[in-house]
C-alpha cells in the first residue's frame, strides 16, 4: 500500500461511503465524541488559544530551521549508538530497511502504527524482503487481518463494527468467541503477545523527535509502541522529515496539544521517548538502532505557500469536525491522509492528477481551521489548491465544469435569467428542501450533485425592496 | 558510516528554503505565550495530591495514600487484590530506603515469587515479567494533571517492569509530584544543557492501556498492564 488507496474513482468512492450506513453512523458518533473530548479539554484549560498560539509558533520556528535541528538530532542519535539514514525518496526508505532485515536475516517483524510507513508502502518492502510484518494497533491489526486500509488517521479501523470484527478474528485466526470488545480484544492481546515476544525486528513511526538529545517519542494508548521498542533486538523508526521538535521543552507542549486535540485526553497512557541503543547493564530495548528520516515530497513544499501544511502534527482533529467526511468516511477520500488535512497534503505529496477531486472535498466551513492545534490554514490552502487546479492545471473535474458551464450560460443572458429567476421560484420548489435545492433539474443537476444550492427566496429582491418602499411586510 | 546521506539531504532543505545551510547560531525564539507554567501554580504539594487522586478516576486507576510505616501494608493489600503470585520489582536505592528488600523477602518467603531486577541476569529479567501478575516501581516524577508517573529506565528499572505483568503497581513518593508535563521536560531539557545524558528511554506512563479501536468502546488493558494502582507515599518532604 502507498499514499493512494484503492482504485475506483473518486466518484465511486464516494457513493460508496454514502451508502454505507454502519460507516456513516460510526464515523458521525466518533466524531461527536473526539470533537467533545477535545472541546472539553480545551475549556479546561481556559487559554486554549495560548497553547495554539504556541504550537504554531513552535512549528514555524521549527520549519524555518528544519535543516539546523535536523542536523543536530542525526549528531545525538549517533552519538548514542543510533545509525541514521536521510531517504529522499520512499524507495530508498524501504531500500534501506529491506537492507538491515537482510542482514539480519530477520523473519518477522512487529510495527507499531505509523502513517508514515503507510505513505511509503514499507510493509510491501519488508514482505519483498522475506519477512511477515504484524501490525500491532489494535486497529491496524484488524485491517491487516482482513487486507483493508485505514479509514481515519487515529483510529484506523473506524469503519469496522464488531460483529465484522468477530468475524474477522473467526476467519483468519479461529477464534471462536463473542464479539464483546472486552473479549476481542483479549484475543488480540494474547496472539501479538506472542509475536512481540518473537520478532527479529521492531519498526516504529515517530510523533515528535527531539533534536537537542536524540529522543524519538511515540504517542500511544494500548502499549503496542513500547512492546516494539522494548523487546526485539533490532529496532528501526521511520520519521517524516518534519515531526521533529527542538527540545524537551517544546515536546510537552506539542505533545499536550496532540493529546488532547486527538482524543480528548491530558496524555495518552504511555508517551515513550527512546535515545538510540540500550546502555551496559540494561537487559531490554535495542541493542541496534536505526532511525530513517523521509522527505519523500515533503521538501518541495518547504518555502511555498503550503509550507505550513508540514505543521500538521496528525491529531485528525480537522478531520473529526469535517461535514464532508462525516457523510463520505475515509476511503472515499482516495489517500491514507483523509479529511481536510489530507485534501491539503495529498496533492502535494502525490501529485494533483492523482488527487485533483480532494481540495473539492470540502465544504468549506472552515471548522478544520478553527479546531486545528497548530493553526494551519488549511481552508485557505483548500481554497488556493482549486484556484491551482483550474487555472493552473486545467483539471477542474468535470462535473463542476459541466455544472459551471450551464450555470455561466443560463446566468449570463440577461433575458435567461430575469425569465427563469422569477420562474425558478415555482418551478425549484419540488426540488427544494428547506432553503437548499440538493437534487436539482437541467444545469443545475451538475452543481447540486456535489452541493445544494441556495433555493431562491419567496420574493425576489426587487419585489422585496419595493414592497419595502411602500411600507409593506420585509421579511 | 552512522549518519548517511546527510549533506545532500539537508543542503536541498535550506535551498527549498531559499537561504544557505544554517549550521550553528539558530536560537529558539521568546514565544509570545507560555501557558504551559499557569497550570496548577502556587498548589501545595498536598493540593497536588488531590489534583492526582481526582484523575485517578478518569485514567481508570485506583489511588492509594499511606505513610512510609504505612507501605508494606498497603502494598501486601494491593498484591493480594491482584491475585498476585509472582511480582517483578525494580532494583533501585529506593527498595532499601523504604524498606522493600525485607518486605520482598517475607512475602517470597510465604510463597509469592519474587524478582528483582538485575542486571547481571540478563533475558531472565523479561521472562520472568513476561509472566509476572505484579509490576512494581517507583515513579520518579509524577504529574499531577495528567495523572502520569515518569520513569527514567535504566539497568535497575527496566522497561518491561512496568509493561509486560498483567497489572502495574507505581509507588510514589509525594515529594516526586509536580503540576504537569512541563517541568519534567523542563528538567530533562536542564540536565541535557549540562551535558547529563538522558535514560535510554523515558517512559511517562498515565494508567493501565486502554485503546477505543474497536466501535470507539473503551477497553482498559490491551499490551500494557489491565489494572494500576497508585500508592502515594508522605515522605515528610515538602
Known amino acids: 500500500m502507498s499514499m493512494k488507496i484503492g482504485h475506483a474513482p473518486y466518484k465511486e468512492r464516494v457513493q460508496e461511503g454514502v451508502e454505507n450506513d454502519f460507516m456513516r453512523q460510526a464515523v458521525a458518533s466518533a466524531q461527536g465524541r473526539f470533537r467533545d473530548g477535545r472541546q472539553k479539554q480545551a475549556d479546561e484549560l481556559g487559554n486554549w488559544e495560548d497553547w495554539r498560539q504556541l504550537g504554531s509558533e513552535i512549528r514555524t520556528h521549527t520549519l524555518e530551521n528544519i535543516d539546523y535541528y535536523l542536523q543536530m538530532l542525526s549528531d545525538n542519535v549517533s552519538k548514542r549508538g543510533g545509525k541514521v539514514f536521510f531517504a529522499q525518496t520512499a524507495e530508498e526508505a524501504n531500500e534501506y530497511v529491506q537492507n538491515v532485515i537482510k542482514k539480519k536475516n530477520a523473519k518477522k517483524v512487529v510495527k507499531s502504527k505509523s502513517m508514515v510507513t503507510e505513505e511509503i508502502g514499507l510493509n510491501e518492502a519488508l514482505q519483498e524482503a522475506g519477512a511477515d510484518v504484524v501490525e500491532s494497533d489494535l486497529g491496524e491489526w484488524i485491517l491487516q487481518l482482513d487486507e483493508d486500509p485505514p479509514s481515519h488517521i487515529v483510529t484506523p479501523a473506524l469503519h469496522k463494527n464488531k460483529e465484522q470484527i468477530r468475524e474477522t478474528f473467526a476467519q483468519k485466526r479461529g477464534y471462536d468467541k463473542s464479539d464483546s470488545p472486552e473479549e476481542l480484544a483479549l484475543f488480540a492481546r494474547e496472539q501479538l503477545r506472542q509475536d512481540f515476544l518473537s520478532a527479529d525486528v521492531g519498526i516504529t513511526g515517530c510523533n515528535f523527535a527531539v533534536a537537542e538529545s536524540g529522543a524519538i517519542t511515540f504517542v500511544t494508548n494500548e502499549g503496542n509502541a513500547r512492546m516494539v521498542t522494548s523487546l526485539p533486538d533490532t529496532q528501526i523508526s521511520v520519521m517524516g522529515m518534519e515531526r521533529l521538535v527542538p527540545t524537551w521543552e517544546e515536546l510537552d507542549v506539542l505533545t499536550s496539544l496532540l493529546t488532547r486535540a486527538a482524543v480528548g485526553q491530558k496524555l495518552t497512557s504511555y508517551v515513550t521517548s527512546i535515545t538510540g541503543t540500550r546502555l551496559e547493564g540494561e537487559t531490554d530495548g535495542p541493542e541496534e538502532y536505526h532511525l530513517v528520516i523521509v522527505d519523500n515530497g515533503r521538501s518541495k513544499i518547504l518555502g511555498t505557500e503550503f509550507q505550513e501544511a508540514l505543521h500538521c502534527i496528525r491529531c485528525a482533529a480537522c478531520i473529526n469536525v469535517c461535514p464532508v467526511y462525516r457523510q463520505v468516511g475515509g476511503h472515499a477520500y482516495g489517500s491514507i491522509y483523509p479529511g481536510p488535512i489530507g485534501a491539503v497534503l495529498s496533492p502535494l505529496l502525490g501529485g494533483y492528477e492523482e488527487h485533483k477531486e480532494l481540495p473539492y472535498a470540502s465544504s468549506l466551513c472552515g471548522a478544520c481551521n478553527e479546531v486545528c492545534p497548530v493553526k494551519i490554514p488549511l481552508h485557505e490552502q483548500l481554497i488556493r489548491h482549486r484556484q491551482i487546479i483550474v487555472e493552473e492545471k486545467g483539471m477542474a473535474p468535470k462535473a463542476e465544469k459541466l455544472a459551471m458551464k450551464g450555470f455561466a450560460a443560463w446566468a449570463s443572458s440577461p433575458a435567461a435569467y430575469k425569465m427563469s429567476a422569477a420562474a425558478a421560484r415555482t418551478a425549484l420548489k419540488p426540488w427544494s428542501k428547506d432553503e437548499n435545492i440538493t437534487n436539482g433539474p437541467g444545469p443545475l443537476k451538475g452543481w447540486t450533485e456535489s452541493r445544494d444550492f441556495p433555493a431562491p427566496a419567496k420574493q425576489s429582491f426587487r419585489s422585496w425592496f419595493k414592497e419595502r418602499q411602500k411600507g409593506g411586510v420585509a421579511k | ?182 517541568q519534567a521536560t523542563k528538567l530533562i531539557h536542564e540536565r541535557n544543557l549540562e551535558g547529563q545524558d538522558v535514560s535510554s528511554c523515558v517512559s511517562f506512563v498515565t494508567g493501565p492501556s486502554n485503546s477505543a479501536d474497536i466501535e470507539m468502546n473503551l477497553i482498559v488493558g490491551v499490551h500494557g498492564p489491565i489494572k494500576a494502582t497508585y500508592i502515594v507515599v508522605d515522605d515528610e518532604i515538602n
Open chain 2, 1 to 182: 558510516m552512522t549518519i548517511q546521506n546527510r549533506d545532500s539531504f539537508l543542503d536541498n532543505l535550506a535551498a527549498n528554503l531559499g537561504r544557505n545551510r544554517r549550521t550553528e547560531g539558530v536560537k529558539r525564539p521568546k514565544w509570545s505565550v507560555q501557558p504551559q507554567y499557569e497550570v496548577f501554580t502556587g498548589l501545595s504539594q498536598d493540593e497536588l495530591v488531590e489534583k492526582l487522586e481526582e484523575h485517578c478516576k478518569v485514567i481508570h486507576t485506583e489511588f492509594k495514600r499511606t505513610d512510609r510505616d504505612g507501605l508494606h501494608k498497603v502494598l501486601k493489600e494491593t498484591i493480594d487484590g491482584f491475585e498476585g503470585k509472582s511480582v517483578v520489582s525494580a532494583s533501585d536505592e529506593r527498595l532499601q530506603q523504604y524498606g522493600l528488600n525485607d518486605f520482598y523477602k517475607s512475602l517470597g518467603e510465604k510463597g509469592t515469587e519474587i524478582h528483582l531486577w538485575d542486571e547481571s541476569k540478563g533475558e531472565e529479567n523479561k521472562v520472568f515479567a513476561e509472566r509476572a501478575d505484579v509490576g512494581i516501581t517507583f515513579s520518579d516524577i509524577t504529574l499531577a494533571e495528567s495523572g502520569t508517573v515518569t520513569l527514567f529506565n535504566n539497568k535497575y528499572n527496566g522497561r518491561s517492569i512496568s509493561l509486560l505483568p498483567k497489572t502495574y503497581i507505581a509507588i510514589i513518593p509525594k515529594s516526586t509530584i509536580v503540576p504537569r508535563m512541563t
